[in-house]
């Protein structure tokens, strides 16, 4: 079976620039989940003059700064504060009115009394104000009999009208389809969810710090590609109505990355989004994020290196620690980290010498152990990257460094210095999971096209994550590539690692869902 992607056949599969997708506007209407009481204190609120979406307010701090006055009460006791956030929780008590008033750093009570404030605002509070509803406060600090910091409201503003009831208060948003479909809801409600997400962004921070600190330069390459390369995957293809033609989107920004370092940039990196039109599970998601680096005049050993020293420092950086929990697994990230080949691991983990048996009885290996797409397997190396695969990965719970792969499917790797049908490649696994991925890159153009031309037979007869060639990139190479090393690390399981958690849509704010409809 032939999958030549010329034109003629995508654009057949692509739909017309002016086909409509989307939901019909009695979809759209019919999908919207407003309140009716809501909307008609909404209408009340605008009766009375007042504008219930107003264009700013005033702060002069943030709730968590205001939680920390209390650290020193006898100083800041009826102090004046001036902060907005969101109601959550209103328990209404004839002249007193509770409510917990919640922002991106924490929450705090605030009171309102009667008297404290006009008859007619408290009157509009307690008559207009729901949960939900955004709202800016002036009061001052003070502490409850039971001891719970507070503050009591001498003023309040309507800020934004909430239309949408939240979750029941006891039982908050549990469903997780729920949960990953309306992501603003569950960062609504879901304080800790929104750590998450708060150590993702540090962690992207961490790794620039780390990178431009050895004076790493960051750059940004195509996403919308004419030939896609980098990695075996499946593309995700469109159509460019302007150049009439195909374009795919990035796998992988691994050979423009490398074309800079061609250029004369000795040390590069980029943080990106990649897209790979491949299953969705627990560790797969068909966009995701993750940063390459290339550094010149290194190898894999050099790359190595890197990965475990910027890793170990960014758990320290962010747990203040070595150890995280995933599961019912204590992982050490403490350096130095374990490093074996891939031939010695399947030796270790699963007591199977490959080259000690035939073709034959490899496969049968295979099929008892029911290994999936055994029969692609036709020669050592490819038997010793199925079986090991099948056999170990999922016992790599520490980190460890697997290395010297067979060349069969690593095409852009260098050959190894001293084993024959080997190049010098590594991945790093973790908790069962591959989380990084490096090189001695490949230099020689001859060599690279060669393995580009062994791909592209393997995609012709219906492998679909083989890779395609691109001969701008062999050009490229034959202008001179310096010996250099380089890195991929997978920042979506990463987050995973460090918040413990077992799926990758818990870390991806809007994974990838099917359609409702």
């Known amino acids: ?182 992501r603003y809801l569950d960062l609504i409600v879901n304080a800790e969810k929104r750590e998450i997400f708060v150590m993702r962004s540090k962690l992207i921070s961490e790794i620039r710090r780390y990178l431009t600190e050895r004076e790493f330069l960051e750059f940004e390459t195509p996403v919308l590609q004419t030939v896609y390369g980098g990695a075996n995957a499946r593309p995700f293809m469109t159509f460019h109505n302007c150049l009439g033609q195909n374009l795919f989107l990035r796998i992988a920004p ?36 993750m940063i390459e680096v290339y550094e010149a005049y290194r190898d894999y050993n050099d790359m190595m290196d890197l990965t475990e020293c910027l890793i170990s420092e960014l758990v320290f950086k962010l747990t203040g620690g070595y150890e995280v929990k995933m599961g019912e697994n204590t992982i050490n990230l403490r350096s130095p980290w374990k490093r074996i080949s891939m ?49 170990v990965e999922d016992k790599l719970i520490n980190p460890t460094f697997i290395y010297d792969f067979p060349v069969e499917n690593s095409p852009l790797a260098k050959n190894h210095r001293s084993k024959e049908g080997f190049v010098e490649r590594f991945e790093l696994f973790l908790n069962g999971w591959e989380l990084a991925n490096g090189y001695s890159e490949l230099n020689d153009p001859l060599e690279q096209e060669k393995r580009f031309e062994e791909q592209d037979k393997k995609r012709k007869l219906g492998d679909l994550e083989a890779q395609t060639v691109d001969y701008d990139f062999i050009n490229a190479l034959g202008y001179g590539l310096p010996p250099t090393g380089g890195m991929g690390l997978g920042i979506d399981r990463l987050t995973m690692l460090l918040a413990g958690l077992e799926s990758i849509k818990e870390v991806i704010l809007f994974p990838q869902m099917k359609r409702e409809d």
Do not use: W
């Open 343 to 391: 031939e010695d691991a399947l030796k270790e983990y699963a007591g199977l010498d490959v080259f000690a048996h035939s073709l034959e009885e490899l496969r049968q290996i295979a099929i008892e152990n029911r290994i999936e797409d055994y029969e692609k397997a036709k020669t050592y190396g490819e038997f010793l990257a199925l079986l090991f695969e099948g056999l």
């Open 254 to 289: 691994e050979l423009y990355l490398k074309r800079l370092v061609v250029g004369g940039y000795e040390k590069v990196f980029e943080i990106c989004k990649n897209f790979r039109n491949e299953d969705i599970d627990t560790t797969h998601n068909p966009e995701f994020t």
């Open 1 to 182: 079976m032939s999958i030549e992607l010329n034109n003629t056949e995508l654009s057949d599969k692509i739909p017309p620039s002016d086909s409509n997708d989307t939901l019909s506007d009695d979809n759209l209407l019919k999908s919207r989940v407003f309140d009716d009481s809501k909307i008609a204190k909404l209408n009340g609120i605008k009766s009375q003059g007042l504008n219930p979406y107003p264009y700013r307010f005033e702060k002069n701090g943030d709730i968590c700064e205001i939680l920390k006055k209390f650290d020193d009460f006898e100083q800041n006791e009826g102090l004046t504060v001036k902060t907005a956030g969101r109601l959550y929780n209103i328990r209404r008590l004839g002249k007193m009115i509770f409510a917990d008033l919640g922002d991106q750093g924490g929450r705090i009570q605030v009171t309102l009394r009667k008297g404290d404030l006009p008859d007619d605002a408290f009157e509009t509070f307690k008559n207009l104000v729901d949960s939900g509803d955004i709202i800016g406060i002036k009061g001052e600090l003070f502490r409850t009999k039971r001891g719970e910091n507070s503050i009591s409201v001498s003023e309040f503003s309507l800020l934004s009208k909430s239309l949408c009831a939240l979750p029941e208060k006891f039982h908050g948003l549990k469903d997780i389809e729920t949960r990953y479909r309306k």
